[in-house]
């Protein structure tokens, strides 16, 4: 064989193996799909990853199917805009995994709220709360005194 | 040539020209065409007037994704902008909102009430844009838009590049602690695709936030959309965001 011809074959069986290997490794569904070649190029078969994600948080309704005492309870309160899921945590696959929630009691967690912060253009101005919260009861839990189902006064503990 | 001969090329003319027909590129046309063939386009809508920054939609945002609680990496925060008398704009996210705010101090600076103009929260997620720049950049088609308009990315084809994070003008993209791939806001595609909302949208107290389908003209999102006076993010920059805000102030970057 002729030496100038070698760099030629060589040449070949290199982009023959580029294009062998790149059949076996990019994914069978990768192609450009409905946004065009810019925005659509990927492999269709990953929207099923991000569709088969598992959701966490169920909602209020799910809670009210073995709680309805306590759900009927807070929506009877001005916390009813409060989803259960935000300071009991969520359900996932409760009562089975996790079989208990651990609940939010902290202090930091009404504050997020109850801090008054006088900002006039915005919503947390309306809100009640303190202006200087370490001057009532610090180091004491909210909820070992207030109810946060029933947080008016007269749902004191 | 004879008559049967004539039509045997033509036929195999025609079936050739179909198949290859089959494999060209798709014009952006065509493409736009294929994108409208879906009835939905995801669109976001953010009441600044209504956020109070309790950070409770940041907390279920980092539970529901998994994206490791005390990382410094979030999909969603929470921005608080203090506008002061003498021109001075402050504003901070510490860990960015998700433990709401609890304090006045902004900036490590303690602000006088009587000096305030204006102070408001301004949540942020994706803006899923219509031309993500993110989605441009990426050398591998590993993040890509979908039909409905959102913009995902593949874990097991992203090579870790970083170009996404740098392309986004909003930075709303980061590297997943754990997997070390390029991480963002997918509107909860796992939630709005199997009938429930956003956790963001269901854990605010407030309805500060809202999504809806752009494409159903009977969406209140889309109503208020196309009926009220609404902002977006950058929109200098061409990219097409579909977070859409009720009462965004100039100083909002």
Redesign the interface.
């Known amino acids: 064989m002729s030496h100038t011809w070698k760099p030629v074959f060589v040449v070949l069986a290199i982009l023959a193996a580029i294009f062998i290997a790149r059949t076996i490794i990019v994914p069978p569904k990768?192609g450009?799909?409905?946004?065009?070649?810019?925005?659509?190029?990927?492999?269709k078969a990953?929207?099923q990853?991000?569709?088969?994600?598992?959701?966490?948080?169920k909602?209020r309704d799910y809670c009210n199917g073995c709680h309805p005492d306590k759900y009927s309870a807070i929506m009877n309160s001005p916390h009813a805009?409060?989803?259960c899921?935000?300071c009991h945590?969520?359900a996932i696959d409760h009562p089975d995994n996790p079989p208990k929630l651990a609940i939010d009691k902290s202090r930091?967690l009404c504050?997020?709220?109850h801090?008054k912060?006088?900002?006039?253009?915005?919503?947390?101005n309306d809100?009640p709360g303190f202006l200087n919260?370490d001057e009532h009861n610090p180091g004491i839990e909210c909820v070992s005194c207030h109810n946060p189902h029933s947080p008016v006064l007269g749902g004191m503990r | 040539m004879n008559r049967r001969k004539f039509l045997k090329i033509i036929g195999g003319m025609a079936a050739g020209a179909g198949a290859i027909g089959t494999f060209r590129f798709l014009a952006p046309g065509e493409a736009e065409a294929l994108i409208k063939s879906s009835n939905i386009r995801w669109a976001f809508l953010v009441d600044t007037y209504k956020c109070v920054g309790c950070g409770m939609c940041v907390k279920a945002c980092k539970l529901e994704n998994g994206i490791p609680y005390d990382a410094p990496v979030t999909r969603t925060w929470v921005e608080r902008y203090v506008i002061l008398k003498d021109g001075d704009v402050l504003a901070d996210t510490p860990k960015g909102a998700r433990d709401g705010f609890t304090s006045p101090v902004t900036e490590g600076r303690q602000v006088n009430p009587a000096d305030i103009d204006k102070a408001f929260f301004v949540p942020k997620l994706c803006n899923q844009c219509d031309k993500p720049p993110c989605v441009q950049v990426c050398p591998v088609g590993a993040t890509y838009r979908t039909a409905q308009g959102i913009v995902l990315v593949d874990r097991t084809w992203c090579i870790g590049c970083g170009y996404c994070i740098m392309a986004c003008p909003y930075g709303v993209r980061f590297f997943h602690p754990v997997y070390h791939t390029a991480e963002k806001c997918t509107f909860c595609y796992h939630r709005i695709n199997h009938g429930m909302t956003t956790a963001c949208v269901q854990a605010c107290p407030f309805d500060a936030r809202k999504i809806g389908n752009l494409k159903d003209p009977n969406d209140p999102v889309t109503k208020v959309i196309m009926t009220e006076r609404v902002a977006v993010l950058k929109d200098e920059y061409g990219t097409k965001p579909q977070v859409y805000y009720i009462g965004l102030d100039r100083n909002v970057r």
Not at chain 1, 49 to 57: I, R, S, V
Not at chain 1, 117 to 124: F, G, K, Q
Request: proline content about 9%; hydrophobic content about 35%; glycine content about 8%.
């Open positions: 990768f450009i799909w409905e946004s065009g070649y810019m925005y659509g190029w990927h492999n990953n929207e990853f991000w569709l088969n994600y598992k959701a966490k948080y909602g805009i409060i989803q899921e935000d945590g969520p930091a504050l997020r709220c801090v912060l006088p900002y006039p253009t915005s919503h947390r809100l919260p």
